[in-house]
C-alpha cells in the first residue's frame, strides 16, 4: 500500500481549489462567478382566535413533558394521482420512525389524527391571508383549491398538510429592482418537534393547525445580502398588517440556493434572518465543492452504473487495537461494518464547508436514513480516528482495497446495517452525479446538516374533504378596505424623514412606524421621533422589559409636553421613568423626575453666577471648558424649558 498524504493537509488544499473565502472577503464578483441564484419560502402564523381546519384555540402552547394523552403512529406513504411515490416519503418509510404525540387537551380534537373531517376554512385567517396578498400585489384567485401534502417526518399526525394558494405573480422591491413572488399559500402549521433519538421522534400537538401563510420568492436573489434584505421585507410587511403572530417559533424561514451547474438546495428552519448570508453563502461553496469531486470521481471511474462497494463484517479478532472506543461501541450492542469505496481516494477529506468535508455528507445521511447514533462513522482519510494506521493497513487487506481506494468503518444496530449499506451506496453514487436535491437543516454556526431529499410533485394531491371555496369580488373588496398602507410607501417616508437604516429593524419589527408618524403629525421633528422609537425605546425595552400600553402612553407624554408648552427633547428624559416605572401617569412622570417649570428668563439669568464660581474654582479658564460646565449646571434646570441648543448659543454667545 503507499502511504497516503496527510488529510489535513488535504482538506486544506482542497478549501483552495474549490476557492472558498469567509463571507467578510466576498465581493459582488465572488457571486456572479458561482452563479448564485436563491429564492426564500417565508413561514407567518397568523393572529387568529382559532386553528385553520378545526374550532381549537390557536395560540395556547405546553411544556415539554406536559400532555394529557399519548398516540403512538408509523407512517406510510401513499401513491400520487399518477401512481407515483414521492422520494422524501420513501425516505422517511425507510427510517421506520416511531412517532409520538403527546396531546394536551385544550389545543387538540379528533380532526388532528384524522377522526374527524375538517370544518370549513377558518374564514378570519383566510381573510388575514388575502391582506397580505394583496399588500405583496399578487393575482388573488378565483376559487380556493385546498390540497394534501405529504409529510411522513411526522410533523403533521396525518401524514399531510392542507394547503391552499391565496394569490400568484406578485412583487416586492428591494435596492434598486424587484423581485417577484411566485405564489403566497394559506396552510395548517406543523407539530413542535421535542426530541430525535434513533428510531424515535416525540412531537408537542400544540403548534398543530395555527394557520400559516407561505410566501415564496422566484430564485431572483444574487448574493446572500440580497436575501437577507427580502427576507426582512417580507417579514415586516406581513407584521405591518398586525395580523400575524410575533415571537419565537411565529416565523420561519426556508431558503433555496443553487449555483452554475448545480440544483436546488433548500435550507430548513432558518431561525433567525441574520443567519441566511452565512448559510447561503456555505451552500454556495458546498455545491461548489461537489462539482469539484464530481469532476474527480469521473475521471477515475466513468460509470457509476458499474461502481460497486464492498463490505465486511469487522470483529476485535481482526484487529490488533482494540482500543476504549471499539470497547464501548461493542457495550452497546452495535455491531461494526468495514466499506470500501473504490477510486473515493481524498474524496472523503474533501473540503465542503467551514469544519465540515465530503464524510460528513455520508455520515449525516447515515444519521437520517439509517437513524444511527452520533457518532456513528468513522473513515480512512479522518484526522482524528480511534482507528490507528496499522487498524486501517488491516481493513484495507481484508476488503482487498486498491492504492485510490477509501474505507469507511460504521457502526449501530444489526437490523439497521442493510438500510445503512444501502444509504452509503446511494450517496456514492450521487458524488458521479455532482449536486444531490435535497433539503438540510440549518445550524447557528453557517453550515447545515442532510435533513432529508427534496420532495417531488408526487406529494401533492387534491383534498377531497374540502370543496372549492369561491373568492368573489365582494370579498376583495372587504379586505382591500382594512389593509395598511402600502409597505414600500413607509420605507420611502422613514427614509425621506432621515430616520437611520440601523434603526428600521426594530421599528418595523414591532410596526411603529405608525408611531413615529403620530408623532411627527402632532409636531415632533422626524429625527427626534425616529431616535426616540427607534434607538432609545429599544435599548430601556432590552434593558427593563417592555411595559404595557407603551406606544399609547407616549402619544399621551408627548401630548402633556405639548400642553405645558415643554421643550420636545425632554420626552428624552422622562422616558427611561415610564420604563422602570410602568402604570404612571404623565404628570407624576414629570414630577418623579424632579423636573419643574421655570421661565427661560430666571433660568439665563444665572448664567454670571455659574461663570464667577467657575472663575474662582481656578480649575480651567478655558472658554470651551467654561461652558460645557455652566451646561451641567443648568441642564436639570434648563430641561424642558429651554431648547439645549439655544442654551450651548446663548453660553457661546456671551462675552468671555
Known sequence: MTKQPDPDRRFVETRKQTGYVSRSKAQPETYRALGFRCGLEIHQQLLTEKKLFCRCPAGQYQQDGEYDAEIIRHMRPTLSEMGEYDGTALMEFKTRKRIVYHIKNETACTYDIDDTPPFPINRQALERAMEVALLLKTKIVGELHVTRKQYLDGSIPTGFQRTAIVGIDGEIPLAGRTVSIRQISIEEDSCREV?????????????????????????????????????????????????????????????????????????????????IPELTHNEAFRQKALLLIRDRIRKRHKDSETWTMTCTDLDSNQLKNRSDTWKSIQSEGFCFTAVNLPSFGGILSHFMQPGKNFSDELSGRLKVIACLQDPCMTHSEAVCSWLN??????????????????????????????????????????????VPGETRKS???????????????????????????????????????????????????????????????????????????????RGMSPGLAGRLVGQDCRHLERKYGKPDGLHEFLIQLFQFILDRNLTHEIILEMLPWIFRHPGKEAAEVYAAGGFHEQHREEILAQIPRFRLAFEESGINHEPAARNRWIMGQLRPLAMGNIPMRELRQTLEGSRT
Open 443 to 521: 445550524l447557528p454556526n453557517g453550515t447545515t446538516v442532510f435533513e432529508r431529499v427534496l420532495p417531488g410533485p408526487d406529494r401533492m394531491y387534491p383534498d377531497t374533504d374540502t370543496a372549492p371555496i369561491p373568492i368573489t369580488e365582494v370579498l376583495i373588496e372587504k379586505v382591500e378596505k382594512q389593509i395598511p398602507e402600502d409597505f414600500s410607501g413607509r420605507l420611502k417616508q422613514l427614509e425621506v424623514w432621515g430616520v437611520p437604516r440601523h434603526f428600521l429593524p426594530y421599528i418595523l419589527r414591532g410596526n411603529l412606524s405608525a408611531l413615529i408618524e403620530q408623532l411627527v403629525n
Open 389 to 434: 494506521a496499522e487498524d486501517w493497513a488491516s481493513i484495507q487487506k481484508i476488503l482487498h482495497a486498491a492504492s485510490g481506494d477509501a474505507q469507511v468503518v460504521f457502526w449501530g444496530p444489526l437490523e439497521d446495517r442493510k438500510t445503512a449499506l444501502e444509504t452509503l451506496e446511494e450517496r456514492c453514487r450521487l458524488a458521479f452525479e455532482g
Open 195 to 275: 426530541s430525535d433519538v434513533g428510531h424515535d421522534r416525540i412531537y408537542t400537538t400544540d403548534r398543530l393547525g395555527i394557520p400559516l401563510i407561505e410566501t415564496v420568492t422566484a430564485p431572483e436573489l444574487l448574493s446572500p445580502d440580497q436575501a437577507e434584505e427580502a427576507g426582512h421585507y417580507l417579514r415586516f410587511l406581513a407584521r405591518s398588517t398586525g395580523h400575524v403572530r410575533v415571537g419565537i417559533g411565529a416565523a420561519r424561514q426556508d431558503v433555496n440556493v443553487s449555483i452554475e451547474g448545480g440544483t436546488r438546495v433548500e435550507i430548513k428552519g432558518v431561525a433567525h434572518l441574520r443567519w
